[in-house]
């Protein structure tokens, strides 16, 4: 491994476990790496995403962020945004961050509790949602390897954006959910077809609460067990469909079923086009 990769902060998002969550890879300093050394950084890392800071005012506490999966560069990762926000807090104290990413500029908010432990929530740049084509829709149903009866007929199939586009598709039930069994190089040819970085499958618990499972083939990885930009596009998705009638709080649970449990909170209003995205990050190793 090389000396960038091996000397890189690992830590798990969307849990206070190490063994839950989805681990980030970030490099606080990466303004000497070009594209080809943050693209082998990150395949070496091996994570879903790794962050790198590539430009940095700490008296200003804004920093320019990049994020790269093992096969290539992704406008913008939830998950890496938390765990790189808890790591800045934990160097410089809590507070106000700014971060500039290829997506835009994502204002992030961290607060310290009384055992000093840190909670990041991110604002999303703007979303938007579409109704999912008879293609997109067909396409993707084949290489899942699912029914169209299995799909919730409440929560019509969607494409929706967050920092990156999602297709997201509602289970009918959880056992469906639990059931994922897809080809992986026929979803990920879908995935570049369309444009998406994941598929936010998603089964509704309660207007409340969700569970979430986002293949990523796209990014080298079957799937990703937490995923915060697909968060944020539900929260669009969900705005969209005027199920968002007065500002609320989204539980979603992901990774459960993949044995790193993640838990992340989306604060959605009908006044805001924007997602608001909270978790937790713990360092692993």
Do not use: K
């Not at 909670?119 to 109704?131: K, Q």
């Not at 499972?213 to 669009?236: C, H, I, K, Q, S």
């Not at 005027?242 to 459960?256: F, H, K, N, S």
């Not at 009908?270 to 937790?280: A, K, L």
Request: glycine share 10%; with cysteine; proline share 6%.
């Amino acid at each position: 491994m090389t000396t960038e990769a091996s000397q890189a902060l690992r830590y798990s998002a969307f849990t206070t476990d190490p063994d839950g969550g989805n681990p980030a890879g970030i490099v606080l300093d990466a303004s000497g790496l070009d594209d080809a050394a943050m693209l082998a950084i990150a395949g070496e890392i091996g994570y879903s995403e790794t962050a790198f800071v590539t430009r940095r005012d700490e008296a200003a506490r804004r920093f320019q962020v990049r994020y790269f999966s093992p096969l290539a560069e992704v406008a913008f990762c939830g998950h890496a945004t938390i765990a790189l926000s808890v790591a800045l807090a934990e160097r410089l104290g809590a507070g106000d961050l700014l971060l500039d990413t290829p997506a835009g500029e994502i204002p992030v908010i961290t607060t310290e509790d009384a055992e000093g432990a840190v909670l990041a929530t991110l604002t999303s740049v703007p979303t938007r949602s579409r109704p999912a084509a008879s293609s997109e829709l067909d396409a993707t149903l084949h290489s899942l390897g699912w029914p169209a009866a299995d799909l919730d007929p409440a929560l019509p199939p969607h494409v929706a954006f967050g920092g990156n586009d999602h297709l997201i598709l509602a289970a009918a039930s959880r056992e469906r959910l639990a059931g994922l069994d897809y080809d992986v190089d026929a979803l990920a040819a879908v995935m570049r077809q369309y444009g998406w970085t994941t598929v936010n499958l998603v089964w509704r618990e309660s207007p409340e609460r969700f569970h979430a499972r986002n293949p990523f083939p796209v990014g080298g990885v079957v799937e990703d067990p937490a995923t915060g930009a697909a968060a944020a596009a539900l929260g669009g998705y969900l705005r969209a469909l005027g199920l968002v009638t007065g500002p609320m709080t989204i539980a979603i649970r992901q990774g459960e079923d993949m044995g790193r449990p993640s838990d992340l909170l989306i604060g959605v209003s009908p006044e805001d086009d924007r997602t608001r995205v909270t978790g937790r990050a713990v360092r692993m190793g």
